[in-house]
């Protein structure tokens, strides 16, 4: 039996792997950040959608054969059958230059600007900006079964349960909380890590703890309670993700500085069995075979929520910075009462046994032995309910959401577009037809009138006056100050006529200027007389 751990992204049999999954966790590998440790997991193609500045999503031919990935800031990890590893994207610092020699590798996990791979043998390669320390793998380099790359540091989870974290840890990011053991499980955010326990409950450290504020503190380490239950974990930027047993996504953090609606889980929430956590995004891949998007808000739309037609026959999931990835098998077959149907098209009949569904356009059991594939390559559906031979049920109108194909070939409708994020100060969002949601006009508080102050809005309330401007000193012999709308406190007038009075500050009146009485004015006189023969003297005596 081939021992796969998978990584960001995940890949899943069938719709009971979910009920199998905490299982495996505990008697195979473990549950990764977003995958379950599988037995010959299924191989497919890399779809990718959303930022493509680095070519991020330009997956390299032959584009066949992935079995995980791994999306990072800028760059994508693919993990094939063959245990060799390919990457893509943003190279600046040497991520995307896999290590010699490029075989024996089991699991994937791509970081801001680093990458890891865990090999066979339980050793751990990293490589790409090494800043902060975040490739130099601690000793023994050993006995690993899952990795994990947050955005400067690392995570490696040990086969005795234990968990081993390197890098950057400015925010207490790579210190593991004791007891450090019983874990089955690691993801890792941009800031903080996250550590699924076999008991079902999730331990996060890092940035985003209580009593923390400020960036890049969003409430991220705070998991809600119950915190029981789950089988899955992801980290985001700002965000956390856990699944649960029941198919029901949680889904915490997202502060309000960095709210683009990643915690806001679509109804229903069900179903899934898969997640993945972005830059300002979330993904959930269905039972199914869809997969969920939603957050990218303005101004983080780069199209990562757009989910490719046909939204079908994803086996895995996972999210980058501004992108997605996600891998469709290359086919499957319906499986009628445990008898094979014969359908081989790109499929072996091996690949048919023990599942129950087909990955036709709508997601059922085809009425005829060979149905679409995925990808609408090499076969006809016909007339399928949803716009004719491999049509879309869309109607465009990205208000609408995206209308999907459901159960008896009808279409379904989409999930509406919700723009208005809820703050006043952005003005009303409103969504266009054709590009989405657009911003608001941001309201203007200030009325350019100095004398009332700086007016502020509140993101609920909205306007807030400004502070009246305090002009008057306090000084009685300055006058009394006056404020100008426009240039702002404005000098008073004294209020004594310095000719005839002068000021007493500490009575605060105007006191006449004294008038010389009869002997002063004899001593004034005989001054000048005196004054006056000097003068005359010195120029006679120049003269």
């Not at 493509?52 to 760059?75: D, E, K, S, Y």
């Not at 004015?521 to 001054?527: D, E, N, S, T, Y």
């Amino acid at each position: 039996m081939r021992r796969t751990i998978l990584s960001v992204v995940q890949l899943v049999h069938s719709e009971h792997l979910l009920q199998r999954g905490l299982v495996c966790a505990l008697l195979c590998f473990a549950v990764t950040p977003t995958g379950i440790a599988i037995a010959d997991p299924p191989q497919g193609s890399i779809i990718a959608w959303g930022d493509n500045l680095w070519g991020q999503t330009n997956v390299p031919a032959p584009n066949a054969g992935f079995i995980a990935a791994a999306a990072g800031r800028c760059h994508s990890l693919g993990l094939k059958a063959d245990d060799s590893v390919v990457a893509w994207g943003e190279n600046f610092s040497g991520e995307t230059i896999v290590p010699a020699p490029n075989s024996g590798f089991i699991a994937v996990a791509a970081g801001y600007v680093h990458s890891l791979s865990l090999k066979s043998d339980g050793s751990v390669v990293a490589w790409g900006d090494n800043y902060h320390g975040q490739i130099n793998v601690p000793a023994p380099n050993s006995d690993f079964i899952a990795v994990a790359a947050g955005g400067f540091h690392s995570l490696g989870l040990r086969a005795d349960g234990s968990i081993v974290a390197w890098g950057e840890n400015d925010y207490g990011q790579a210190n593991v909380p004791a007891p450090n053991s019983g874990f089955i499980a690691v993801a890792a955010g941009l800031y903080h890590s996250l550590g699924l326990k076999a008991d079902g409950s999730i331990v996060a450290w890092g940035a985003g703890q209580a009593n923390t504020t400020g960036y890049p503190n969003y409430s991220q380490s705070i998991v809600p309670t119950p915190n029981t239950g789950f089988i899955a974990v992801a980290g985001g930027d700002s965000h956390s993700i856990g699944l649960k047993s029941d198919g029901s996504i949680v889904a915490w953090g997202c502060g309000e500085e960095k709210n683009f609606g990643q915690c806001n889980v679509p109804a229903p929430n069900s179903g899934f069995i898969a997640v993945a956590a972005g830059g300002g995004h979330s993904l959930g891949l269905k039972a199914d075979g869809s997969i969920v998007a939603w957050g990218c808000g303005y101004p983080f739309d780069n199209g990562q929520c757009d989910v490719p037609f046909p939204n079908t026959g994803f086996v895995g999931v996972g999210a980058g910075e501004r992108y997605s990835l996600g891998i469709r098998a290359t086919g499957a077959c319906c499986d009628t009462n445990g008898a094979d149907r014969g359908c081989t098209d790109n499929v072996t009949q091996a690949n048919c046994t023990g599942l129950d569904k087909v990955w036709t356009e709508n997601g059922n059991c085809a009425s005829t032995p060979c149905a679409c594939i995925p990808n609408c390559q090499g076969a006809t559906c016909g007339d399928d309910g949803c716009g004719g031979s491999c049509g879309t049920c869309d109607d465009g109108n990205a208000c609408n959401g995206v209308e999907t194909c459901g159960q008896n070939r009808t279409c379904l409708a989409g999930t509406s577009l919700n723009c208005d994020d809820s703050n006043t100060c952005n003005g009303v969002e409103t969504c266009d037809p054709e590009h989405g949601c657009r911003p608001g006009i941001a309201l203007h508080c200030d009325d350019a009138n100095l004398c009332n102050g700086i007016e502020s809005c509140d993101p609920q309330s909205g306007c807030r006056p400004g502070i009246p401007l305090n002009c008057d000193d306090g000084l009685f012999c300055n006058g009394l100050e006056s404020c100008d709308p426009q240039v702002g406190c404005v000098a008073g007038v004294p209020p004594c006529d310095m000719n005839h009075e002068h000021c007493d500050e500490s009575e605060q009146r105007c006191v006449p200027n004294a008038i010389p009485t009869v002997s002063q004015w004899g001593l004034i006189v005989v001054a000048v007389l005196l004054l006056t023969g000097a003068k005359i003297a010195f120029r006679r005596a120049k003269a």
